[in-house]
């Protein structure tokens, strides 16, 4: 797979199988997300690796899901939820590029786990005051973004937006996804 097929496929995923996640895959990514470039090379993230099947289970209630879908369509199930978590905290005093630093470590644990068949979602709409007590996250750190893994069931293909101009995601009736990109000469300019 080259970087375009793989950035094709690394979607959002909200439904998974109820397969573990290989622990090789977890640590690749996470590797991979330490040794990216960060501002300044200050390295202010830490990870919290989420596989003990308790602790997964306590994470699913303090996630939000699909904020453009009605809950029964975008939140998943018992029996869909993600198999694993990636908590990604930002140490206390980091300078203000941080969160490029956040950004550029989830979507490199995001292709990391898709080059090997496993789906992820970036989760900023999570309860973090009960991650924290359920991690033990010490209190001066902060969460910052959940990373949800696992095999997926289900496809999501991205669409142009539309005459409307709107880029809600939506599903068919099976429950796949449909994502709405802007055309790359909207959103590029060469100069
Ligand atoms: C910073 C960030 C925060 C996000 N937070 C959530 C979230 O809390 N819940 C959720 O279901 N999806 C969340 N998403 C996933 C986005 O909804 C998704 O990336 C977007 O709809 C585009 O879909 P795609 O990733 O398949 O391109 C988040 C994505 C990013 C990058």
Redesign the pocket.
């Known amino acids: 797979m080259n970087l375009n097929e793989l950035m094709l496929g690394c ?2 995923y ?1 439904r998974f199988l109820q397969e573990k996640v290989p622990e090789e895959v977890i640590r690749e990514a996470l590797e991979n997300a330490r040794i990216g470039s960060n501002g300044a090379n200050l390295q202010p993230l830490t990870y919290y690796a989420v596989t003990s099947e308790e602790k997964v289970k306590q994470m699913q209630p303090l ?6 879908l009605p809950p029964e369509l ?1 939140t998943p199930k018992e029996g869909e939820q993600p198999t694993a978590f990636i908590v990604m905290v930002k140490k206390a005093n980091a300078i203000a590029f941080a969160d490029v630093d956040v ?1 550029i470590a ?1 979507h490199t644990i995001a292709l990391t786990a898709w080059s090997h068949g496993i789906g992820s ?6 309860n973090i005051p009960k991650i924290r007590e359920l991690l033990g996250v010490p209190e001066e750190d902060q969460i910052r ?1 959940v990373i949800a893994l696992g095999k997926p069931s289900h496809t ?1 293909t ?1 669409v142009p937006v539309g005459a409307d101009g709107k880029t809600d ?1 939506y599903l068919d009736e099976e429950r796949n ?1 449909y ?1 709405p ?1 802007r055309a790359f000469d909207d959103v590029v300019t060469f100069v």
């Open positions: 979607r959002t909200r996630l939000k899901w699909a904020k453009a975008g950004g989830a979602c970036l989760l900023g709409s999570i973004l999501s991205i995601y996804y994502v990109k």
